[in-house]
């Protein structure tokens, strides 16, 4: 059974945040062809009095309703995404509904049993846009539809979780879906430094959510669980995690897939990946003032500032042994493309990159540096990379670690390119990830045709192995390497004999594997994919379908 109507719900709707946004913009196109289903996307209206690029207004659209509720309180912007297929969106302005927070509140303790007592933070803004997007799903759905059409509402991760609850008590005859892409308390437990894999058996999500105060998010994220028609996440790992921690098995796996469209073919590939490598060799040679050589292996990591979820503190460790060994006979380039708190590129290397210099003797100040930091004494990854001796000072080392702390979007100042245009000049990606209940950086990497390195804690990591039969190796395009608890240094040990053996293969065993990753990650297409989320539909509306 297929909905006539969806509505996908999520905070990063027309609001380029994180993995979530990549998941719905890639999704949109794939679910736009099947034409029985109307795909409407709801996010938060962000931008008053600023153009949202990623938004363009339509004052024709459903102009009916919109002049029907010129009298409720919220207020809505209707138009279209765009992204690949341009879907119909509604983004909606949540500021009015600050005054019925405490009812709202009661009404999800009273029904729900939600815990919204401890909230602090982003809880207030979240769990009220979920609720002004409740009133306007309903409205919506009073003024266009009936019972007689088959209507589907997917609410994601914990900022949209009270829309769905709020349509589970006024509008059952919707079918709802709650999809999990992390959950609150797996993610706190990895981020404050607890061992979540040795004693996972052991943890109770509720008594965690006390000791490490994040009561108020764990609550809506389980209750939204617990009282939807369909839960959902997005790999075998999180699905585990969701059992030991929010107490309920999961319906349907939704893997994070991805469009081929984004990834350039032919001579165009073969262009761009050599105008990325060339580039960023050239801010690797004004930067440090070394000699690189054209032939240097150029590695990356890329994600979120997350040094122990993500995997860069062991990525750096992994840098520094590479420094120290003696095996190592060619120059490694080791970018890491990490946004954090940065405002511009820096003016002395802008001036070096302006001249037709192809090499320079003297290392700028910082020679590892390639924005402004804001916070340049407490940037996680700055200090690490001072403390552990990878900043580039002597010049001496065959290992030269380039920390580029921005969003590239084409007008960083350095780079002034996408970060995929970028991406595409990697040898080689690591994302030696503690905590990744997907991951797309590595899938990413993949799809671009690099061999890439991750791990069985990240759950593309473990859909590789599934693939394969086996445990992925580098020979198959992408390494899954064993991490858990205890293993810390000796997973930095084995990445880094990873590496220079990878420094050493002929040019002919490099395109093999290239051609290798690439095949494998084909089979993440979401012409693959989507079957799953089609099962999730149907098991939402058989649910609201026994309800009418």
Not at 106 to 118: A, I
Not at 228 to 252: G, H, N, Y
Not at 290 to 295: A, F, L, Q, R, V
Not at 393 to 418: M, S
Request: proline share 3%; charged share 25%; aromatic share 12%.
């Amino acid at each position: 059974m297929l909905p006539d109507y969806l509505f996908e719900i999520s905070w990063e709707v027309c609001n380029k945040v994180g993995g979530i946004y990549t998941v719905l913009s890639t999704k949109a196109e794939t679910l736009s062809k099947i034409e029985s289903i109307n795909a409407v996307y709801i996010g938060p209206d962000l931008w008053e009095g600023k153009e949202n690029p990623l938004f363009t207004e339509d004052k024709r659209l459903w102009k009916k309703w919109r002049n029907s509720i010129v009298d409720e309180k919220f207020k809505v912007r209707c138009g279209h995404w765009e992204i690949p297929g341009r879907p119909k969106v509604i983004l909606v302005d949540f500021d009015e509904f600050f005054g019925e927070k405490e009812e709202f509140y009661y009404m999800l303790w009273d029904n729900f049993k939600v815990d919204s007592l401890h909230a602090y933070g982003d809880y207030d803004d979240s769990v009220l846009f979920g609720y002004a997007v409740g009133r306007v799903i309903e409205s919506f759905y009073k003024f266009h539809l009936s019972e007689k059409d088959n209507v589907v509402v997917q609410a994601h991760e914990w900022q949209s979780g009270s829309a769905a609850l709020y349509l589970k008590k006024n509008l059952p005859a919707v079918g709802t879906i709650f999809t999990t892409h992390a959950t609150s308390i797996g993610r706190s437990i990895a981020s404050n430094g607890k061992p979540l894999y040795d004693f996972f058996e052991g943890y109770n999500g509720d008594q965690m959510a006390d000791e490490l105060n994040v009561q108020s998010k764990h609550s809506i994220e389980k209750q939204s669980a617990h009282n939807v028609d369909c839960f959902t996440t997005v790999s075998e790992l999180t699905a585990m995690e969701c059992k030991q921690l929010i107490e309920r098995d999961i319906d349907v796996i939704l893997e994070n897939g991805f469009e081929e469209d984004f990834v350039p073919t032919g001579k165009e590939f073969d262009k761009r990946r050599a105008e990325a490598r060339a580039l960023r060799l050239r801010v690797a040679r004004a930067l440090t003032g070394s000699t690189i050589s054209d032939d240097a292996l150029i590695i990356g990591i890329g994600g979120r500032m997350e040094m122990r979820n993500k995997g860069i503190d062991m990525y750096l460790e992994t840098m520094a042994r590479l420094n120290a060994c003696e095996e190592l006979t060619r120059d490694v380039v080791a970018f890491i493309d990490v946004p954090a708190w940065s405002d511009y590129g820096r003016g002395d290397l802008q001036k070096r990159l302006a001249t037709t210099d192809q090499e320079w003797n003297t290392p700028l100040a910082d020679p590892y540096l390639t924005h402004h930091l804001c916070n340049f004494n407490d940037d996680a990854i700055a200090v690490s990379i001072r403390r552990m001796g990878l900043a580039n000072y002597d010049g001496k080392g065959r290992v030269k670690v380039i920390y580029v702390p921005c969003y590239l979007k084409g007008n960083d100042g350095i780079f002034d390119k996408d970060y995929y245009d970028i991406l595409i000049g990697n040898d080689l990606s690591i994302y030696p990830s503690y905590y990744e209940p997907w991951g797309y950086t590595p899938l990413e990497s993949a799809a671009f045709h690099i061999p890439t390195i991750t791990t069985n804690l990240a759950g593309f990591g473990l859909w590789v192995n599934s693939v394969l039969g086996r445990r992925g190796t580098l020979s198959d395009g992408v390494e899954v390497v064993e991490r858990n608890d205890s293993n810390y240094f000796d997973a930095a040990d084995v990445i880094t004999k990873i590496i220079c053996n990878f420094a050493q293969i002929s040019d002919k065993e490099v395109v093999e594997r290239r051609q290798k990753v690439s095949k494998l990650a084909e089979k993440a297409l979401w012409k693959h994919f989507i079957n799953n989320y089609l099962r999730a539909y149907d098991c939402a509306l058989k649910a609201a379908s026994d309800r009418k």
